[in-house]
């Protein structure tokens, strides 16, 4: 997400027609969506099955539903309204007026678009961070909870 987000869409902009560009990203910006509910569900389910049952555990499982409910949200009620917005301006949101409230309304969905990628990522970003720190708490392997090495 991060890489197709800060590497894909600025470089899309910059060497196609915004027009282009945006179809382009259109169609790629579905498929993370549709990728991050199913990897996001997965990983929630994994963790709620296989994590302790502390309240820790339980947020930690919880945490990559903040990214489902991110990508749900942005395929199935702004990307579609961005897409009626630019079909009504004749595919390209550069053709209506400056002034126009279909300008000011894709500015506000883009806007929001952009903070529901955000918070997808993050939301992966912060989960994968949890595991890491939670691996350099975790006793070694073979090692019982109460400090005993467990060889005999």
Do not use: K, Y
Not at 18 to 26: D, F, N, P, V
Not at 31 to 58: M, Q, Y
Not at 130 to 135: A, E, M, R, T
């Amino acid at each position: 997400m991060l890489a197709f987000g800060g590497i894909f869409v600025p470089a899309a902009f910059e060497h196609l027609p915004t027009q282009s560009a945006a179809t382009l990203l259109r169609d790629g910006f579905g498929a993370i969506d549709r990728i991050g509910v199913l990897v996001g569900a997965t990983c929630a389910a994994l963790g709620f099955a296989a994590g302790p049952r502390t309240l820790r555990g339980r947020l930690r499982a919880a945490l990559p539903l903040a990214g489902v409910v991110a990508h749900l949200v942005s395929a199935f009620a702004v990307n579609p309204r961005i897409h009626e917005l630019r079909v009504a301006a004749g595919g390209a949101i550069g053709q209506l007026p400056a002034d126009g409230p279909e300008l000011a309304a894709f500015a506000q969905l883009h806007a929001v678009s952009r903070g529901l990628f955000g918070l997808a990522a993050a939301s992966a970003l912060l989960t994968c961070v949890w595991d890491v720190l939670s691996l350099r708490q975790a006793p070694p392997a073979g090692a019982s909870p109460d400090g005993e090495s467990g060889a005999f």
